[in-house]
């Protein structure tokens, strides 16, 4: 079964400009997590998706939006960029997002913000 | 304000020892706890969970104990190899089951010496 495929593993934006990372998900999950992890603050959680809705968000600003597609696939996307958005982006699926199930993350999309 | 610690950033053990990572939390709301590792440029792996109505969980060379008590958890790993080098992340989820996301610690990169 092949694994969580995340595409570009690496992105150089401008401060300003918008970004689309996609996230295509292990065959049979429903469940898929966005996740930003920095040196200074670690994995922090941005968004859950679950059957083209999503049902959990963490503590970052309306910049940070999603979306799930009826294949499971998702998108995450970043307006208008900030230096501070520098950072590797890691997307997981699980077959339902609850503790029986276990995230399996992608390898992540690199972003640097210049 | 962190919300799980893991004070040690890196920890060097020799081949065929015991490796104990450690993990603190302080939220009281956590009730399952998970601990991932992670290789460089690749995702994090899950590798072992416990539930707060256990205090041990054990799968294979690796051991997972908890402390209520102390909101204290730790990994441990017996006898250590050379694949096992990475970084482990701990991370914790709050009562209520579901993807409500998980809160992960800065991780610990353990170093396995020959």
């Known amino acids: 079964k092949a694994g969580v495929t995340q595409t570009p593993r690496y992105l150089i934006k401008t401060r300003g400009q918008q970004v689309t990372l996609s996230c295509s998900p292990i065959?049979?999950?429903?469940?898929v997590s966005w996740y930003q992890q920095t040196p200074g603050q670690g994995l922090q959680f941005l968004f859950e998706?679950?059957?083209?809705?999503?049902?959990n968000k963490g503590n970052f600003p309306g910049r940070f939006s999603g979306r799930q597609f009826s294949n499971s696939r998702s998108e995450m996307n970043v307006s208008t960029l900030e230096l501070g958005d520098s950072a590797l982006y890691l997307c997981?699926?699980?077959?339902?997002?609850?503790?029986?199930?276990?995230?399996?993350f992608g390898n992540g999309t690199r972003l640097t913000v210049t | 304000d962190q919300q799980v610690k893991q004070n040690s950033p890196s920890l060097s053990v020799q081949e065929g020892r015991i490796s104990i990572l450690n993990c603190d939390y302080t939220?009281?709301?956590?009730?399952?706890f998970l601990w991932y590792k992670k290789y460089p440029a690749e995702g994090p792996t899950f590798l072992i969970s416990?539930?707060?109505?256990?205090d041990k969980n054990e799968d294979g060379r690796f051991t997972v104990f908890l402390n209520k008590s102390a909101k204290h958890l730790s990994l441990h790993i017996v006898p250590s190899q050379p694949g096992d080098s990475a970084v482990y992340f701990c991370?914790?989820?709050?009562?209520?089951?579901?993807?409500?996301?998980?809160?992960f610690g800065k991780g610990t990169h353990l170093i396995i010496q020959p």
């Open positions: 416990i539930s707060s109505i256990k």
């Open positions: 997981a699926s699980s077959t339902t997002g609850g503790r029986d199930s276990p995230l399996h």
């Open positions: 998706y679950f059957s083209e809705t999503q049902r």
């Open positions: 065959s049979g999950h429903r469940s």
């Open positions: 939220n009281s709301m956590f009730d399952y």
């Open positions: 991370a914790a989820s709050v009562l209520g089951g579901g993807a409500d996301g998980l809160t």
